[in-house]
């Protein structure tokens, strides 16, 4: 069966299908208000849901082009006294300000003004304005057109005789001098207390009992509580008063008619007396709810609520009665984690390691490392950094048996990677795999991965695709976690030590075969499939072993696993054998369904890596520019900085080809103003971000024909290392090739570059050997450009013409356009005017449809476009 999906999986997951909501039931024709009330009182999970909608952080990539945009408008409202500078609603609201795509307006809805009042009170009192306009003046002046204030104030002047009706005159009438000298509350709860301590003892006590629910309170749960001597004829009194403006009845809840009621009546339990009544009224409600039959209703966090209100710990004397608590509150936080409300969740937990008090890893040590590990959990979900590392060292401190603390380390390993700190997410990775038993050395070299490598395929061949599948469940503990923290910090590793996969992979293929297969063991089966293509050059048998890794999911039912799966093997590993077209698409497929499923950070790695392929196979780029723009605005919300920085060079480049003026490094950040900025900030860091946007750079110089600055770069991107594990890899010894071909022609002959380019031709007869869609009409061109180079013009030509038709079966128009245009350039070199210049044409009707106008605009097209 399938594991338990991650809880920051199931949270954004839940933001997906919410903006999915929203966007089904708004349209153009019927657009949505959404109005929320009192956002000062919501708490985090909230603020991070409505946020996810506004700003679109879970970016359409689902959408069709042809589907209608968002169309809705969030109208909220709150406090502003309640708001301070470190609030976290004003940390969303500040955020909204800097979104492009979010339009904001604030509103300060003041209270009435003067002619307001007089309308007000002369409607309320049923006279014309003239006659009340001086009480509305006096309670203008002392309400400050508050329309709440001056409703109370009104209703505290009737109940205190200064205003009546006089049955004489058939007309309300009122005392305006001592209305006039009669001091005002400083606010409205002031005078809704003065209200309430009218009331009758025993409606007073009702009252502070629903109080202490907050602003309302279900009937069936005062049910169960008034089963108890204490609190029997609460529910009755609360429908008595009912037409008294306090209290009110809806469906089957009782609510204060506004929150300052309730914090009227709240305020009112003396604050010696308020404790021990949540405390009474929770040991009445939690005395049926058991920790190993938890319920799922709201009634079991209510009364866990209402003990944990009782702060003082004169309540909590006995252990069994604190150890009972703790756990119900473990159980309560375990449950929100398992549905996204981590905010709460943490509360529960807090509350439950404050009930085992300062000794509870001496009196309970399970239960204290269970809160621990879950509080530490829900500080990683909740993005607080800080607050994991805490946790995860209080368990450090009070543990010594690693396996104990080891699910704690594994959260802080990914709140360190995920919060920009992959290096001390890399060390301490390493540190917890030696802790299990897993050594790996300080240093890798070629040879050390060369070896390892060819070990495990010998270990392999033994081994066929139904011996895997039938293979036995691990059940090593140490094992099983070796192997997650290997796969979770794969990813870091990539942007840091890209050495180490190949090792990892390896490893985690050795302990699957020897101890057993968990669900996985399909990362490392496709990482080694993943280095055997691109290092020791099998394309075949990697292609095999990946495809077996896909089959591990579907052993294990891992269905939340196979957008990652298939971002990776369409990203690493398919387009040596299948159209590249049709691992570009697979990409774009493989983001949507890491939204369904809430797996940001392989949403952000599938659609990073789906704009590349479809920029490398000459799909529109309008189409692309919107794509990139849609993945930036995403990235820059997620704050996935890794990725960002490539897609910026990206999409400057697409920016470049089609004549976009806008620089995307200006509008998004102050602190990197260009490509120069990201090469000099990361080169000693992410030698793979380097090299994307070196490649970005040199394919939009093959393109401009700038084949000395295609040379110049290119020496760059490889003093970060010649692999070839990345599609960039590839085309880059295309461009190599084109650009050393050129550069022997133009600059003296020298032989170094004839040897440059014939080294790339053989690499891509190789490739065609496996791919020849993707590969062929590139293998044509060099081959086309080395006779070329070496005076053999007929032979040149047929082969022009071959990569030219190739390249339009294959439906790569950008290759079919620079095709065109080399052997435009080729019969300018014979002096064939005539097709030289028709093959010209034909090139820039290439480059239109592909919609490279901005490259058009380049000199060479002058008077031909």
């Given at each position: ?208 009992v629903a109080a202490c629910f907050g602003r309302r309170v279900d009937e069936n749960i005062l049910k169960v509580l008034c089963s108890s001597d204490q609190f029997g004829g609460v529910i009755e009194i609360l429908q008595r008063v009912e037409t008294d403006g306090i209290i009110q009845k809806q469906g089957t809840y009782f609510v204060f008619a506004h929150d300052l009621v309730h914090q009227a009546v709240y305020d009112l339990i003396d604050v010696d007396e308020v ?559 005539d097709d030289q210049r028709n093959h010209l044409s034909r090139a820039i009707q290439c480059y239109k449809e592909w919609g490279a106008l901005g490259l058009l605009n380049d000199s060479r097209f002058a008077g031909l476009v």
């Open positions: 069966e399938d594991d338990s999906i991650p809880a920051d999986t199931i949270k954004h997951r839940l933001h997906y299908f919410f903006e999915r909501l929203i966007h089904a039931i708004s349209s153009p024709e019927r657009p949505v208000l959404l109005f929320l009330d009192d956002l000062q009182w919501a708490d985090n999970a909230s603020l991070d849901l409505i946020s996810s909608f506004v700003m679109k952080s879970h970016f359409n990539v689902m959408e069709d082009e042809n589907m209608h945009p968002h169309c809705f408008v969030v109208a909220g409202t709150y406090r502003s006294n309640e708001v301070d500078d470190d609030h976290l609603l004003l940390a969303h609201i500040r955020d909204f300000m800097s979104a492009d795509a979010v339009r904001l307006t604030h509103i300060n809805v003041s209270g009435v003004d003067g002619e307001g009042t007089k309308a007000m009170i002369s409607y309320a009192l049923q006279l014309p304005i003239r006659l009340t306009r001086e009480l509305s003046e006096i309670v203008h002046a002392k309400t400050l057109g508050n329309p709440l204030f001056i409703k109370e104030f009104l209703n505290s002047l009737q109940a205190e005789g200064l205003m009546y009706y006089s049955q004489k005159e058939k007309r309300w009438l009122w005392d305006i001098e001592s209305i006039s000298t009669r001091p005002v509350d400083d606010d409205v709860a002031a005078i809704m207390t003065r209200k309430v301590l009218r009331m009758p003892p025993d409606v007073l006590y009702a009252l502070s404790g021990e009544l949540h405390y009474n009224i929770g040991l009445q409600l939690v005395k049926d709810i058991s920790p190993s039959n938890f319920p799922t209703g709201k009634e079991s966090f209510v009364a866990i609520d209402q003990i944990n209100k009782a702060s003082s710990s004169v309540y909590f004397t006995d252990l069994s009665f604190r150890n009972h608590l703790a756990t119900l509150n473990l159980k309560a936080g375990e449950r929100l984690i398992e549905t996204a409300e981590s905010s709460s969740a943490l509360v529960y937990l807090q509350h439950g390691i404050r009930h085992l008090g300062r000794d509870g890893w001496e009196e309970n040590y399970e239960l204290c490392l269970k809160l621990y590990e879950s509080a530490c959990q829900a500080c990683y979900l909740n993005g607080f950094v800080n607050r994991v590392v805490f946790y995860a060292e209080e368990i450090d401190k009070h543990t010594t048996d690693f396996m104990r603390r080891v699910k704690a380390v594994w959260i802080l390993i990914q709140t360190l990677g995920s919060s920009g700190k992959p290096e001390m997410a890399i060390e301490k990775a390493f540190s917890a795999l030696r802790e299990l038993g897993e050594e790996f050395p300080e240093g890798v070299t070629e040879a050390d991965i060369f070896s390892t490598l060819s070990s495990t395929k010998a270990l392999l061949s033994t081994y066929t695709k139904e011996m895997i599948l039938n293979a036995p469940k691990l059940r090593d503990e140490r094992k099983q976690w070796a192997i997650k923290i290997m796969d979770n910090i794969s990813p870091f590793l990539f942007q840091i030590n890209p050495v180490y996969l190949p090792i990892f992979g390896c490893r985690t293929v050795h302990i699957s075969l020897s101890h057993g297969f968990c669900r996985d063991s399909w990362f490392g089966f496709l990482s080694y499939a993943h280095s055997v293509v691109s290092i020791l050059a099998d394309i075949d048998e990697g292609y095999r072993w990946a495809k077996i890794a896909g089959f591990i999911i579907d052993r294990f039912n891992a269905k939340s696993l196979l957008p990652r799966f298939k971002c990776v093997i369409n990203g690493g590993v398919n387009f040596w054998k299948e159209p590249l077209q049709s691992t570009a698409s697979a990409l774009t497929e493989s983001s949507k369904e890491a939204i369904a499923i809430g797996d940001v950070e392989y949403v952000m790695y599938g659609s990073s890596l789906s704009c590349v392929q479809n920029l490398l196979c000459g799909n529109k780029l309008s189409t692309l520019e919107k794509d990139i723009a849609v993945t930036v605005s995403g990235m820059v919300r997620m704050n996935q900085a890794y990725f960002l920085f490539s897609q910026l060079s990206l999409q400057k480049a697409v920016y470049t080809l089609t004549g976009i003026k806008n620089d995307p490094f200006e509008i998004k950040f102050a602190s990197m103003k260009n490509e120069t900025d990201v090469i000099s900030a990361f080169s000693a860091t992410r030698p793979f971000l380097v090299q994307g946007v070196y490649f970005n750079i040199i394919f939009t110089a093959v393109l401009f024909r700038r084949f000395d600055e295609v040379s110049e770069v290119a020496e760059k991107y490889l003093s970060f290392g010649q692999q070839k594990s990345r599609l960039q890899d590839l085309f880059l010894v295309f461009f190599q090739g084109l650009a050393a071909f050129h550069m022997f022609r133009h600059q003296g002959r020298d032989t170094k570059w004839l040897r440059i380019g014939e080294s790339s031709m053989r690499q891509l007869q190789l490739w065609a050997g496996h791919s020849s869609w993707n590969f062929d009409n590139k293998f044509f061109l060099l081959e086309a450009e080395s006779h070329f180079s070496k005076g053999e013009y007929d032979r040149a030509e047929m082969k022009y013409l071959s990569a030219i038709k190739s390249s339009r079966t294959h439906r790569f128009l950008h290759e079919e356009g620079l095709s065109l245009e080399l052997l435009s350039s080729f019969y300018e070199a014979c002096e064939r005017e």
